[in-house]
Antibody
Framework: QITLKESGPTLVKPTQTLTLTCTFSGFSLSTSGVGVGWIRQPPGKALEWLALIYWDDDKRYSPSLKSRLTITKDTSKNQVVLTMTNMDPVDTATYYC?????????????WGQGTLVTVSS | DIQMTQSPSTLSASVGDRVTITCRASQSISSWLAWYQQKPGKAPKLLIYKASSLESGVPSRFSGSGSGTEFTLTISSLQPDDFATYYCQQYNSYSGLTFGGGTKVEIK
């Protein structure tokens, strides 16, 4: 059974760096073709893809946010970490991590419950 | 970036209705499209991938069609559990995955 869970701060101040951790079970990020992505959703708004990391350490970023994002993995801990620099109130959103099981088809078949991050001074 | 436009943004329907949601891509994405259902306060749930492939465990009243730039999600007979928001997502280019703006299916 595949599960994912996001963790990190619920409140960050403007200009700070956000660090979120996705801890997963039921699959390995060392298995060929497997990836983990991050997606966010501002309150009442649509989903927005942020980043994706694959078993071979291939990393993909949203072009509009690429300069602010870093995604890394720790295969031994079954974790993926996303950092986002220079946080702004418009970055207030629920942040989800999700499993992608086929590298050539980047859709997400399992999702974490999400974590709400508020950016405010 | 490939832009995804969903219509309508809101849809009012009754139990038993046939419902169709459209998603248009700003350029051809072949069949690299997924559909998700999201209920308030919950994570999205994958319904359809590769435009028309039904995810395991998803009821057969859900179906997807289309290729190129125009796609549809159809619910053949709307059930009470189907009132939710639906999103399309293109994965033609994983240098830039994009979601549509969502379609909220409300009770008429």
């Amino acid at each position: 059974q595949i599960t994912l869970k996001e963790s990190g701060p619920t409140l960050v101040k403007p200009t700070q760096t956000l660090t979120l951790t996705c801890t997963f079970s039921g699959f390995s990020l060392s298995t060929s073709g497997v990836g983990v992505g991050w997606i966010r959703q501002p309150p009442g708004k649509a989903l927005e893809w942020l980043a994706l990391i694959y078993w071979d350490d291939d990393k993909r970023y949203s072009p509009s946010l690429k300069s602010r994002l870093t995604i890394t993995k720790d295969t031994s801990k079954n974790q993926v970490v996303l950092t986002m620099t220079n946080m702004d109130p418009v970055d207030t959103a629920t942040y989800y991590c999700a499993h992608n099981g086929i590298a050539v088809a980047a859709y997400f078949d399992y999702w974490g419950q999400g974590t709400l991050v508020t950016v405010s001074s | 970036d490939i832009q995804m436009t969903q219509s309508p943004s809101t849809l009012s329907a009754s139990v038993g209705d046939r419902v169709t949601i459209t998603c248009r891509a700003s350029q051809s994405i072949s069949s690299w499209l997924a559909w998700y259902q999201q209920k308030p306060g919950k994570a999205p749930k994958l319904l359809i991938y590769k435009a028309s492939s039904l995810e395991s465990g998803v009821p057969s009243r859900f179906s997807g069609s289309g290729s190129g730039t125009e796609f549809t999600l159809t619910i053949s007979s709307l059930q009470p559990d189907d009132f939710a928001t639906y999103y399309c997502q293109q994965y033609n280019s994983y240098s830039g995955l994009t979601f549509g703006g969502g379609t909220k299916v409300e009770i008429k």
